[in-house]
């Protein structure tokens, strides 16, 4: 008891000289919330958060959310079927996870961008910070649009409003359209540091806008400004494009970078762990795999389908058949020889020129029908994958318009392309319904609103269907 007498007269005692001595602080800065942002430092430190969290760099939701529900690939095994299971068979809600990951990461970019841009501006010289900042609020916009449909649309960081409706369909397409043709009006053709944004990946997001909105003449006339930058180009070898020594090669115009702490996890989730590979190299026990039909559709001659693994010999010996299973892999995204466990440095492509090519291409037959135009561009894509040339003869716009999409999917498997691709072409809930997917309705052509966001603000609607 006396112990605790002692102690507590000491507390008392404290404070009354303690403030002239001990606590007394040495003051370093006059940083405050107010004068913090007036720093070229600290306006590059957020944009570079902005950056950070719209690459979505192993997010399981980006990567997987276009391929399950596409019918570009299916899953077994491993503690994440769970989640990949609902996407295949359109059993999904909006308490899924992968909803809420998409929509808090890429707002967590558009907030970080709108800090960027409340706090520079053109007179002071910052034109390419904020051109940056709105490349960067657009394409995060892009992205949950894509899934989501209409925003709510949150211009700045200012909070006077943090429950805010979503605005129209068109008010949202028109808001991405600015951000983007503003930001590639300032942004440059190269970027001394890999990875920032440039013209190219400012007026390719927008040529895939358009496409995915079927405004067909200004998709032809955005992914022509980015063939007359002369920036890029296919180059000769298919595999190589994605190779990790290899990143920033001519082809790339905008890609998911990886980090060895948040590598991409498409090898560890794809291959069975009886594959052969290194120590270092983290395989899980979940395994996504490719159907036969598609495995099946390629030319002979296809070097793209070379990326495919149809078989292989296990870490046992024992040989193991996958193609007449439907269980074929993608190996489009090679083994890094320095993985970290399961992070693995695999840039993603998120667009590349091949893309702007076939994009120009679909955009100029739903214009005019089949055209030399047209199908040269699509000849350049086939050429360099070592497929004889189309002929324009025989075409009609609908029957070109099928190899088109049949041509991306060959192209662009394990990209994240097929959902959005087959939206596009109408097929997306008619093709769930012929693969046995009952559940599949036409609302399903968005992803719900997250349940959170809903309980959170109350102006939020939910989509139709759900």
């Given at each position: 008891m006396k112990s605790y007498k002692k102690y507590i007269a000491i507390l008392f005692l404290f404070p009354l000289y303690a403030c002239e001595g001990l606590l007394d602080e040495t003051v370093y800065s006059e940083l405050t919330t107010e004068t913090y942002l007036n720093s070229e430092e600290a306006k590059l430190s957020i944009l570079y958060s902005a950056y950070g969290n719209s690459q979505l760099r192993a997010s399981y939701a980006y990567f997987y959310?276009?391929?399950?529900?596409?019918?570009?690939?299916?899953?077994?095994?491993?503690?994440?079927?769970?989640?990949?299971?609902?996407?295949?068979?359109?059993?999904?809600?909006?308490?899924?996870?992968?909803?809420?990951?998409?929509?808090?990461?890429?707002?967590?970019?558009?907030?970080?961008?709108?800090i960027v841009l409340d706090n520079t501006s053109k007179e002071n010289g910052e034109e390419q910070l904020i051109a940056e900042a709105k490349f960067i609020r657009g394409y995060s916009y892009s992205i949950l649009y894509d899934w989501f449909g209409?925003?709510?649309?949150?211009?700045?960081?200012?909070?006077?409003?943090?429950?805010?409706?979503?605005?129209?369909?068109?008010?949202?397409?028109?808001?991405?359209?600015?951000?983007?043709?503003?930001a590639a009006a300032d942004l440059p053709v190269r970027q001394d540091t890999y990875g920032r944004a440039t013209k190219g990946a400012a007026l390719g997001i927008l040529a895939k806008l358009y496409l995915n909105t079927r405004q067909w003449q200004k998709s032809a006339e955005t992914a022509q400004a980015v063939i007359a930058l002369n920036r890029y180009q296919l180059i000769p070898d298919y595999e190589a494009v994605f190779a990790v020594d290899n990143e920033g090669n001519d082809e790339l115009i905008w890609v998911i970078q990886a980090n060895p702490q948040a590598g991409v996890p498409f090898v560890a989730n794809t291959f069975p762990t009886d594959y052969p590979h290194l120590p270092n190299q983290t395989i899980y026990a979940s395994r996504v795999?490719?159907?036969?039909?598609?495995?099946?559709?390629?030319?002979?001659?296809?070097?793209?389908?070379?990326?495919?693994?149809?078989?292989?010999?296990?870490?046992?010996?024992?040989?193991?058949?996958?193609?007449?299973?439907?269980?074929?892999?993608?190996?489009?995204?090679?083994?890094?020889?320095?993985?970290?466990?399961?992070?693995?440095?695999?840039?993603?492509?998120?667009?590349?020129?091949?893309?702007?090519?076939l994009a120009r291409a679909e955009a100029l037959n739903e214009l005019n029908g089949p055209t030399e135009a047209s199908v040269e561009l699509i000849n350049a894509v086939r050429e360099r994958a070592g497929v004889s040339p189309l002929q324009l003869s025989g075409f009609t716009k609908e029957s070109l318009r099928d190899h088109i999409f049949k041509e991306r999917g060959w192209e662009f498997y394990f990209e994240q392309k097929s959902r959005t691709d087959r939206i596009r072409q109408g097929t997306f809930v008619s093709g769930a319904q012929a693969r046995g997917k009952t559940a599949a309705k036409p609302h399903h052509v968005l992803f719900p609103i997250p349940l959170a966001e809903l309980d959170a603000n109350p102006n939020l609607k939910q989509n139709e269907g759900y």
């Open positions: 959310g276009t391929s399950m529900t596409s019918g570009e690939t299916w899953n077994e095994f491993g503690a994440i079927e769970s989640l990949f299971t609902p996407l295949s068979n359109f059993t999904w809600v909006s308490s899924h996870g992968y909803f809420s990951e998409i929509w808090n990461v890429l707002y967590a970019a558009i907030r970080d961008a709108n209409a925003l709510p649309l949150y211009a700045s960081s200012s909070g006077d409003d943090l429950y805010l409706e979503r605005a129209s369909e068109e008010e949202t397409v028109r808001f991405i359209e600015k951000d983007l043709s503003e795999y490719l159907f036969d039909d598609f495995v099946n559709s390629f030319d002979a001659a296809d070097t793209r389908k070379d990326l495919i693994v149809t078989s292989y010999t296990s870490t046992a010996g024992q040989f193991v058949q996958l193609l007449g299973n439907d269980r074929s892999l993608s190996g489009k995204y090679e083994f890094d020889k320095d993985a970290m466990g399961a992070s693995y440095g695999n840039d993603v492509p998120v667009l590349r020129y091949a893309d702007i090519l």
